[in-house]
């Protein structure tokens, strides 16, 4: 079966089968902004401004909660118990062109 190659595929500088995504360092940046590394050695700053919306994400509109973001072992997670698949982040990382150009 042939896999349909895109942007978060033919981005991992090494082989796809060998790999899960992990959020590996979180820095809070502004507002709803935070850099991001991930265990391909892809570097991109998310905006999750507009993603915050749901039970679940509605409290994080609150900055002072966003802040509280952390790291769990594969992805980044706040007090609340919200977090976001590792892939969701990867792909806004590269919709904004905010990824580390050195790195692809």
Known sequence: MHVKENLLTESIPFHKKDIWLHVVSVKYLDNYQLKLMFNNGIEGTVDLEQELYGEIF???????????????????EWPNGADFAPEFLFEIALDKKSVSKSDL
Do not use: A, G, N
């Not at 509605?58 to 980044?76: A, N």
């Open 58 to 76: 509605e409290p994080l509109k609150d900055k002072r909660l966003f802040q509280k973001v952390f790291l769990t072992s594969r992805t980044i």
